[in-house]
């Protein structure tokens, strides 16, 4: 119940029962998009990527969001290797350090 | 692939290991007194298996896998309803594809399908209904199975067979909320998790809200989960951040598509279609109270239950299955006694080997390369 | 008075009764397999003018001995039956997977392919236009993979006992001198080379089926394999041959490891893949190593030797993706990991049963 995967939308199928195609990785299928149009007209969401599970489309990714999520990560890592780097210069320098 | 390849990054992943072990240190944590923290969405168990997250964590980490696996809950008693209900004559049985091996007290729909009922897999509820309206002399029935994530999909769908006027559709719903899942969990007295790593999807459906009790009542942090590598290993840390901090707080960590408020067309559809039951009964966790969704009265001419007259018979676990102590995470699917003898992928005895996102089947298939050593010294 | 075979009217009845063969039904019905001269046209207007075999329609096909021993010093057989549904798809059908299919159990043997057999189960009802272009599909793959299909047989059950068509096809082959191949002789420092991207065939079957409803263009891989393994074959010492069908990746690589009893690691950031097969497979929860293919082969092959069998590989059209999967190693014998990149390993093993699209 688990199994979304992000797709984005090319085209609209049937505007007023609100189905659209989304091609996931090039595989395209006809996905109701009831759950994201947020007022919109579904002709209005032709580019936007969503979340698919189960042919519906469940929520709009937010791509602000997920690069902020993506540098919060590319931080971390660059954290972390400035700390291994100040562990491995300390270790270096001898147990004598006060630390 | 856009938004996956990026958050399955094995470098990035490995820094986020690194991390979460100085962080472990930090809290002084050890593999004598492990810091232990529950998934309780089977997808994030089918995730950590494929791509091997628990390997890699610092022993001072122990994963209980939740009974989030709505194939894995369902008690034998509704798959035998599922099989009597294939079983009828001119029914088209549709299902997902999760349940279809899971054995039931006599036999699995597999097996059901074998023995000639019409059974087929699908991937939509909608392609059950097309299904439906092009099969006008069948009826055909839907097996309504998931957590919050896949309800909307079939209330929606209910919704349009009632707007279409289709007559031969019916949902044989066995659809559960997640609430009262973490509760029984949370107040089960021989468990005790440090954090949860929470359902992405079934947030993305309704909310962040709805786990506030976790925090304040029970004070447990709670981070809500994507599914790629980096998303669950992003969430460990956000935990051990928590507990460093000595805080109890709801977070979402999948920011890119959970709003705090959830979806609210999703929420609205399932209110429309769908009311709680009393009771429910659960596989191993036994019966919770309005864990279990039905179709309103006003979709009674689309409810299966309704329509045929499904046996409805409580039936107890094997004796050998332990299932339920496995779901609750107070014992180890290699614990089991029956695991990797009489109960392996070929020949389940209960559902959390032959689910996709069972733990038995998770450790079995993937993760029994670590257990072996385990197994060895047991003597198991 | 004249010998009544003289007679202008039984000599008519005579001319009519040795006129070649023609099919006047548009479907396939009983009396077709009745082996009577309804039989005897849909051989004739069917199965000999779409396979080229004037003889084919013999009880028997014969091979000089001398001719095959010539050629080698081991005779190869195999079978294999299809019961494909769709019996067309993108990239072949039926016929051709029935063709590809048993030249490839031969080549990865080792074998030269020769001769085929073609049986055909026909449901009463099939089109007649349907078979006639999957027996053209049959003659054209047999001319491109340099078989002959010499001998066969035709059967008609009645509707609904057939899924419309199967075909079984029985291969001979020559094994030059030399030449051995087999599973269990893969060695703990071996590496395993795949000849091309996974899954394509069993993900055009699921697409093709249609109850999936999806609109994407992989086409079958199904392919005859022979040149490329003699291709592979004069440039590097192999060990084992299989080629991937259904199991996937995953089941052959587990058959050859307890086969062999060695242990085997997986690269996942290594396995070649089409992006709509990805897609494809990220949509449903599948995974590509449990997907069938039609004309990928697996190789083991000693590790210092791997740069040659891929080169070899790459400049061949049908192996420009080739690439090393997997490395052997001695323990845990028989079984197959896969490294994930994360810093993990995790054990590969087969389904148990058919890759099934799930939710959760």
Known sequence: MCLGIPGRIVSIEDEAKKLGVVDVGGVRRVTNLACVLQGQAPSELVGEWVLVHVGFAMSRIDPREAQRTLELLAEMGEVQEELEAMRRSGAEAGTGAAS | MKYVDEFRNPAAGKKLVARIREQVAALGRTAADPIKIMEVCGGHTHSIFKFGLEEMLPDAIELVHGPGCPVCVLPVGRVDDAVFLAEQPGVIFATYGDAIRVPGSQKSLLQAKAEGADIRTVYSPTDALALAKSNPDRDVVFFGLGFETTVPSTALTLLQAEAEGVTNFFVFSNHIT???????????????IDGFVGPGHVTMVIGTEPYRFIADTYQKPFVVSGFEPLDVLQSIVMLLEQMQAGEARVENQYRRLVAHDGNATAQGAMAEVFELREHFEWRGLGSIEESGLRLRDRFAHLDAERRFLVPALAVEDPKACQCGDVLKGTIKPWECKVFGTACTPETPIGACMVSSEGACAAYYNYGRLSTLPVLATSGA | MDSPERHPLFQRIEKHRRRSGRVRENVVVQAHGGGGKAMRDLIEDLVVRELGEPEIDEDQAFASISELGARGDRVAFTTDSFVVTPLEFPGGDIGRLAVNGTVNDLAVGGAEPVFLSCGLVLEEGLEIDTLRRI????????????????????????????????INTSGIGVVPSGVKLSSRSVQPDDVLIVSGRLGDHGAAILVARGELDLDTDIPSDTAPLNDLVRTLLDAAPVHAMRDVTRGGLAAVLNEIALASEVGMVVDAQTIPVRPEVSGFCELLGLDPVHLANEGRLVAAVPSDSADAALAALRGHPMGADAVVVARCRPEPAGVVTIDTGFGGERILDMLVGEPLPRIC
């Open chain 2, 178 to 192: 997640i609430v009262p899942t973490i509760r029984a969990i949370l107040d089960a007295p021989d468990l005790s």
């Open chain 3, 135 to 166: 027996l053209r599909s049959m003659g054209t793959a047999a001319r491109e993979a340099g078989v002959r299909i010499v001998t066969g047989d035709t059967k008609v059950v009645p509707r609904g006992k057939a899924d419309r068509m199967f």
